[in-house]
């Protein structure tokens, strides 16, 4: 874990709304924390408590507006995260052809 991650971002994204929120921010430049609020049916407190844990990965950056919080996705920490499916995903590819290729060979 990097040393200026308070969290693991393994830990942040394995919760679905932590996951939905990444994803709102992923699809626009910045949001405000009203409007990410008005996209669930939780509280402001709630929502403001998964937003800490993705900030605490460095999934998240806020600022100040006045005094609105404003929030916008950092996804360079899930390049861990597509490191480790690449991984797995190449490992289960040479597994399927080494399987494809024993099943031909009892059809011979």
Known sequence: ???????????????PTRRRLIRLLA??????????????PM???AVSKHLTILK??????DRKVGR???????PS???E????????????TMNMLRLNQLLEEEEE
């Open 1 to 15: 874990m990097s040393e200026n991650r308070l969290r693991d971002v393994y830990e942040a994204i394995a919760d």
């Open 27 to 40: 699809e626009s430049e910045e949001m405000p924390l009203h409007e990410l609020t008005a996209q669930f």
């Open 43 to 45: 509280g402001r407190t």
């Open 56 to 61: 605490e990965a460095g999934l998240v950056h």
């Open 68 to 74: 609105e919080t404003r929030f916008r996705l950092n």
């Open 77 to 79: 920490p899930l390049r």
């Open 81 to 92: 995260v597509q490191d480790w499916v690449a991984f797995y995903r190449k490992f289960w």
